[in-house]
Nanobody, 123 residues
């Protein structure tokens, strides 16, 4: 099985940047779809970005051209570089992985989840 943990969250001013990392302590996720989701209080869990095993990348509409995914299968890491941050980017960010997922945007497709890391963007 895959065990995921996130790191890199914190408090940042609007317009600033943060880089989140996801790493696994279990099985390699080289053949998995891996992704970042986020959830603000009272909101649905939202797809941020993900990477298929083929290397194809996907991004949510609200973060396109600001956030960037990088995957390292050898190190079992998935990073999320977040630039030009806005207050609406605030939330708990989760790393997720799926062995068989089809639709990357759907959180129900994912089998494994990390505990999350808080990102807060202030004005």
């Amino acid at each position: 099985q895959v065990q995921l943990v996130e790191s890199g969250g914190g408090l940042v001013r609007a317009g600033g940047s943060l880089r989140l990392s996801c790493t696994t302590s279990g099985r390699s996720f080289s053949s998995y779809l891996v992704a970042w989701f986020r959830q603000a209080p009272g909101n649905e869990r939202e797809f941020v970005g993900g990477s298929r095993a083929s290397g194809i990348l996907y991004y949510g509409e609200s973060v396109k051209d600001r956030f960037f995914i990088a995957r390292n299968n050898h190190m079992n890491t998935l990073s999320l570089q977040m630039n030009s941050l806005k207050p609406e980017d605030t939330g708990v960010y989760y790393c997720a992985a799926s062995r068989f997922a089809g639709l990357a945007y759907n959180p129900s497709e994912y089998d494994y989840w990390g505990p999350g890391t808080q990102v807060t963007v202030s004005l």
